[in-house]
């Protein structure tokens, strides 16, 4: 979770100002609705260098 966490702070929502409450929730929720949208970048997310356990 943490790596998605990471992902979508430096991809989707660095940088920006928002002015109120609502902008702030409608963002992150686009923000999560673009990572929804593309299971293959999910996949690479989750198999980042420390992302995995190998047991």
Request: aromatic share 10%; with cysteine.
């Amino acid at each position: 979770m943490e790596n998605v966490w990471e992902y979508l702070r430096g991809n989707k929502l660095c940088a920006l100002v928002w002015d109120t409450y609502d902008a702030i929730v409608q963002a992150c929720r686009s923000a999560w609705q673009f990572l929804v949208d593309d299971p293959a970048r999910i996949q690479s997310i989750g198999a980042r260098e420390g992302a995995c356990v190998d047991v």
